[in-house]
């Protein structure tokens, strides 16, 4: 527990500790961020990297924004706020969309397919419903 003084509030055990949270989670986030805009190297990360950079600080500070907004005893919800970060939200989404698209998606092994195609995985049938054997044209037309 901190040294703050909490005066008439002191027993309110729930609002201490909401508090205290409170605090702990904006230590975490000031953290964060100051590890963030520290990195040195930006202009030698990838575009990706760069794209995920910029989003986290962006939607990092928005969230900063709503919450001072919030203790200010304004409703971030008609704030302008609400609309930045949704903004933020959306970009995060179609990053991540570019990233799986270029990640997950499946490739054609072409030597495998090959390999599948020049050892026949094509049988043909007799009119009996019957595998016809892949060397039987070849006796056929030498006889």
């Known amino acids: ?25 904006l230590d975490k986030i000031e953290a964060d961020l100051l590890l963030a805009c520290g990195v040195k190297d930006y202009d030698e990360l990838s575009t990706q990297e760069r794209v995920k950079l910029d989003n986290y600080l962006a939607y990092s500070i928005n969230s900063l924004y709503w919450m ?15 609309n930045e ?7 995060i989404l179609r990053d991540k969309q570019i990233y799986e698209r270029n990640t997950i998606r499946p490739v054609l092994d072409k ?19 019957k595998p ?12």
């Open 1 to 25: 527990m901190s040294s703050r003084d909490y005066a008439e509030l002191r027993n309110d055990e729930k609002f201490i500790n909401c508090v205290e949270n409170f605090d702990a989670s």
């Open 68 to 82: 001072y907004v919030k203790l200010q005893g304004l409703d971030p919800n008609e704030h302008g706020i609400k």
């Open 85 to 91: 970060l949704s903004r933020v939200r959306q970009t």
């Open 111 to 129: 030597g495998a397919a090959g390999r599948f195609i020049k050892h026949g995985l094509h049988i043909r049938y007799d009119k009996d419903g």
């Open 132 to 143: 016809i054997p892949a060397n039987s044209d070849d006796a056929e037309r030498r006889s």
